[in-house]
């Protein structure tokens, strides 16, 4: 009887967790929509479910135990996927789980997602709890049931196998049930999520085996890039740089409609303004960021490679080899030194990308941990400590900084809050994020005069890129009253130099297109990086697109066969990047 229970409510936690999934926000759920579109697919979702719960008759009188456990576990990982499907709009997968070590310090991140609704995959327990104790010797079982336990399994299994058999051996056509893995929400509606992690893990085991390029594939990533490729004559704008400094700031969150927008006659970025003055701003840069969230920023930035399809690059792929841009600045004789002040473990930054090419990496070790917001050192603080480290540097150099303050839950101390908006007027993570990009803008502001002060700006190019959206990105259901500050997945893209005067550049594009553009400017030949940048030099293009993470085109692009072939291009990354391609060809 405790049998049917566990079934039953685990069943319904399913159909629950697809209802979420249907929500925009996935915040909320509609059982009978989810219930009425899962049907098609209940026998699959009732086969995983069999299989868990077909070992219970192994365990006699922990039987009973046994089930309300794998209960209890499956509501963790439910909760868990449904937290990491708000944060990134998909599901977790294996590879997802080496990153553990990434919740330090996201606590008030973490508890920022969760939801009064969520209670509904817990509330089953407490009774199942009670029915256990109040019933025990109902529910008892004195005898291992082998047959029933065997039964199961091998009916469960038949079920499941009887898609990808009936596809390999009969032709059926209903095969995308268990091979759309590159969709996980297709996979969780077909299979369940527990279906999408058994067959998550049997990808993941595949994977993990060292992918070896072939001479074929070695030519078809080739011939991308030729088809890739675009040959025009140059103009003003290549080797304004040269000879230079280059400081290159990741801001973290830092969303496009922040940017020259006012509130109640405030500007939320008064600093970055100014500097848009005397800038290049690319206004229609569009994330593209995936599993490894900010890492994947870093890596794009540096290397114009898309990040993985699967987990993260700096996690998985941590020692390979790119024609980065690091490498092609230090054979031009420059200093190169990524500032970071987190722990170098965080998203595995520190040996990443060194491996990419950085001579030097300074972590959360060498600073002094003096004022703290949020997840780390406050970026006052940061951007402080370094300056002596940039005037240190022989010149010329190029520093990468990645900043912290803005990261959700975007907590600036009141003291420091520099916008006067009634909090009452917004909801709690639109507040809290506006105050904090007017906190970061602040301090940029501080760190652009003490480089002016210091005689260093005049001889630098500083670019200011965002790593992902913030509010939009991490709380949608909260920016849906405010159509006005509507973002579409763009971060700002700027080229600061103080002789530039300032303008707008509405190319679409994306992460991947700043590295080749920033080696443009900065006087690096443009066949060093040809076949390696798969973005595009947004000075020096005529095509107008950004393929998205989750491989959507967007842009005018109207020619079916360049639709594909950029689309392509994610896939051509992952072979590129498990195949460790560039120290392939060098060697």
């Known amino acids: 009887m405790f049998f049917l229970y566990a079934f039953l409510t685990i069943l319904n936690k399913c159909i629950l967790f697809y209802g ?24 699959l979702y009732a086969a995983f479910i069999l299989f868990l719960l077909s070992f219970s008759f192994l365990f006699r009188n922990l039987s009973r135990w046994y089930l309300l456990g794998i209960n209890g576990t499956l509501s963790l990982v439910m909760m868990v996927d449904l937290l990491y499907v708000r944060a990134f709009n998909t599901l977790p997968t294996f590879n ?9 310090n996201l606590t008030d991140s973490i508890i920022m997602l969760i939801q009064p609704w969520d209670a509904v995959f817990w509330i089953d327990l407490p009774v199942g709890l009670f029915l256990l104790v109040r019933y025990r010797y109902l529910f008892a079982v004195n005898r291992w049931k082998v047959v029933p336990s065997l039964f199961l399994m091998v009916l469960s299994l038949a079920v499941i196998c009887y898609v990808p058999l009936g596809s390999h051996y009969f032709g059926r056509k209903d095969s995308k049930a268990l091979f759309r893995l590159f969709d996980p929400t297709i996979t969780c509606y077909n299979l369940s999520p527990i279906g999408f992690h058994a067959l998550d893990m049997v990808a993941y085991v595949k994977e993990g085996r060292t992918v070896k390029l072939s001479q074929r594939d070695v030519q078809e990533i080739r ?46 970025t008064p600093h970055l303004n100014k500097i848009l003055q005397h800038s290049l701003f690319f206004s229609q840069i569009y994330e593209q960021v995936n599993h490894g969230s900010t890492s994947d920023a870093e890596f794009m930035s540096n290397t114009s490679i898309y990040p993985l399809r699967k987990g993260s690059v700096f996690f998985r792929y941590p020692a390979n080899r790119y ?23 965080y998203w595995n930054w520190a040996q990443a990308l060194r491996s990419i ?37 022989s010149q010329p150099f190029f520093s990468f900084l990645i900043t912290m303050s803005s990261h959700s839950p975007y907590k600036i101390p009141r003291e420091q809050q520099l916008l006067h908006l009634e909090p009452d007027k917004y909801p709690e993570s639109l507040f809290n994020y506006l105050q904090s990009i007017r906190y970061v803008d602040q301090q940029l502001g501080y760190f652009f005069a003490a480089l002016k002060k210091e005689q260093l700006l005049s001889d630098t190019i500083v670019v200011l890129y965002g790593d992902h959206e913030g509010v939009h990105k991490y709380t949608p259901g909260d920016m849906k009253p405010y159509p006005e500050l509507a973002n ?9 130099a103080e002789p530039l005067t300032g303008k707008e550049i509405a190319t679409i594009g994306g992460q991947i297109d700043m590295m080749p553009t920033i080696a443009y400017l900065m006087g690096i030949e443009e066949h060093q990086y040809l076949h390696s940048a798969m973005g595009r030099n947004l000075l020096k293009t005529e095509k107008n697109y950004a393929v998205l993470a989750n491989g959507k085109l967007v842009g ?6 360049r639709q594909e072939l950029y689309k392509q291009g994610l896939f051509v990354a992952d072979r590129i990047i498990k195949g460790d391609y560039f120290r392939l060809i060098s060697r």
Request: without cysteine.
């Open 20 to 43: 979420f999934m249907l929500d925009p926000a996935h915040t909320s759920f509609d059982w009978n929509r989810a219930f009425h579109l899962a049907i098609p697919r209940l026998h």
């Open 96 to 104: 997802v789980l080496a990153q553990l070590s990434n919740l330090d």
């Open 223 to 268: 011939e991308w890039y030729d088809k890739k490729a675009e040959h025009l004559p140059d103009n003003r704008y290549k080797g304004i740089g040269r000879g230079k400094n280059l400081i290159m700031i990741q801001v973290e969150s830092l969303e496009n409609f922040v940017l020259n927008r006012k509130l109640f006659g405030q500007e939320l």
């Open 323 to 345: 024609v980065s841009l690091p490498r092609l600045l230090e054979a031009k004789g420059y200093r190169t030194m990524v500032l970071h002040a987190d722990k170098g473990s």
């Open 357 to 393: 090419g950085f001579q030097q990496t300074a972590d959360i070790t060498r600073f002094a941990r003096e004022e703290r917001i949020g997840m780390g050192l406050s970026d006052a603080s940061f951007f402080k400590q370094a300056l002596p480290m940039l005037k240190q540097n």
């Open 488 to 496: 579409g997945k763009r971060v700002p893209f700027i080229v600061y």
């Open 556 to 561: 005018d692009e109207r020619e079916p066969a």
